[in-house]
């Protein structure tokens, strides 16, 4: 009905009209004749929202049950949609791949309303085995191809695996989203990745709280890429990678500044992928804390092959331009630990900047190779 009544609109102000063998509904309207607020909830709200979604200014979901096996789709929304969480959003339980939410657009506003909860309920997957095998889980929110956008308050607690996958994005800024899942430290959570980014420019995110059992933040490739003022907890830290093996493995110009890391098993991790090209360049470290850190406080290799330090490290896959500043970890990292471990091909690793970086608590690693001048691995 509203198509129909805003195409015919259009026609005649245009002062064009179809003949009659033409279908009534061709014209697209270039005027904005969209409702202007559209408010969906219940178990039918996800379905009513994606049919709904172009004609909507403002979408509103209020207490969505999303029904098994089905992705909250807000994927074909018109350019400066802003779509706000209400209340709890749920999700049925069935094995399949995901995602469980897929928002993509450009000039998207997504905000979480006060006390506003996005819930998978990753519990119901959750058997130690996290991607690797078990339960088939689904992956929770795709942010892709979003463009000149921004995703605020959101908080979302226990996904089934990995939280958020940033692709294909240019100029996003995410502000203050908690993605709490540690209840999956008792409870069987594995592979719950925070912030997972790739072939993406300009994203930026501020204020993150991640709890968690895998990377806070995992960027496999891009560019102009920012997290700051965040806290990663339970997982394994701030981390590029791995790169290498990918259809895009240029990382460049990334920053983590003001962050902390607690409880996890990395604190600063940069892992390229041993026998493959790409680069890795422009990434800096700045104001980073670490405590409680199990395995490494600054892990950087150029051999990894799926697990961390395996093999020869190769140079085809450079790390250059790589800042690691005001590291603050006295004490951080537990007695079975290593403090820093650097392993780098023979020309791989060039042009670093490398100054008051603390970090103690654990044991030397002794088989660094290629480590440029200004870094080291004695602490
Ligand atoms: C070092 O990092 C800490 C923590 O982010 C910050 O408060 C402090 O201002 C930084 N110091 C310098 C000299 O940049």
């Known amino acids: 009905m509203f198509k129909l009544s805003s195409s015919l609109l259009f026609a005649l102000a245009a002062g064009v009209l179809a003949s009659p063998a033409d279908p009534l509904i061709t014209a697209s309207p270039t005027l904005d004749k969209r409702a ?29 049950a999303v029904p098994s096996g089905t992705t909250l789709d807000l994927s074909d929304l018109a350019d400066d949609t802003t779509v706000i969480f209400e209340g709890t959003t749920t999700w049925g339980y069935e094995e ?9 657009g450009n000039g998207i506003t997504v905000k979480g309303a006060s006390g506003a909860k996005l819930n998978p309920d990753g519990a119901r997957w959750w058997d130690t085995e996290g991607s690797n095998g078990g339960k088939t889980k689904p992956k929770f929110f795709y942010a892709h191809d979003l463009s000149d956008s921004s995703i605020t308050d959101l908080y979302i607690e226990n996904t089934p695996i990995q939280a958020v996958s940033i692709n294909g994005c240019d100029g996003l800024t995410i502000t203050d ?18 912030f997972d980014i790739g072939s993406s420019s300009n994203v930026i995110i501020t204020g993150a709280k991640v709890y968690n059992q895998d990377d806070c933040v995992a960027i496999n490739s891009g560019t102009d890429i920012t997290f700051s003022g965040g806290l990663c907890s339970g997982g394994h830290g701030l981390s590029i990678g791995s790169v290498g093996g990918r259809s895009d493995n240029t990382v460049d110009t990334v920053t ?28 800096t470290y700045s104001g980073i804390t670490l405590s409680s850190i199990n395995k490494y406080g600054i892990l950087i290799e150029q051999n990894y092959d799926g697990g961390d330090l395996h093999g020869d490290p190769t140079s085809d896959l450079p790390i250059t331009d790589l800042t690691i500043k005001n590291i603050s970890g006295s004490g951080a990292v537990s007695s079975s630990g290593h403090n820093i471990a650097i392993v780098c091909g023979s020309t791989g690793c060039s042009d ?10 654990g044991e030397d690693y002794d088989s660094c190779q290629n480590v440029p001048s200004v870094a080291t691995c004695d602490t």
Do not use: Y
Not at 37 to 60: E, H, L, M
Not at 96 to 104: H, N, S
Not at 177 to 194: K, L, Q, R, V
Not at 256 to 283: H, L, Q
């Open 36 to 64: 202007s607020s559209c408010t969906f909830s219940g178990s039918d709200g996800a379905a009513s929202a994606s049919k709904s979604q172009a004609a909507c200014a403002t979408i509103v979901l209020s207490d969505v």
């Open 96 to 104: 399949w791949d995901g995602p469980l939410l897929q928002i993509k």
């Open 177 to 194: 989203m908690t993605i709490d899942s540690s209840a999956g430290d008792a409870g069987g959570g594995h592979n719950t990745d925070g």
């Open 256 to 283: 983590f500044e003001d962050s902390e890391v607690t409880k996890s098993d990395n604190g600063i991790r940069i892992k390229a992928k041993s026998g493959e090209t790409g680069e890795i360049k422009g990434v």
């Open 352 to 361: 670093w900047t490398w100054s008051s970086v603390d970090v103690t608590g």
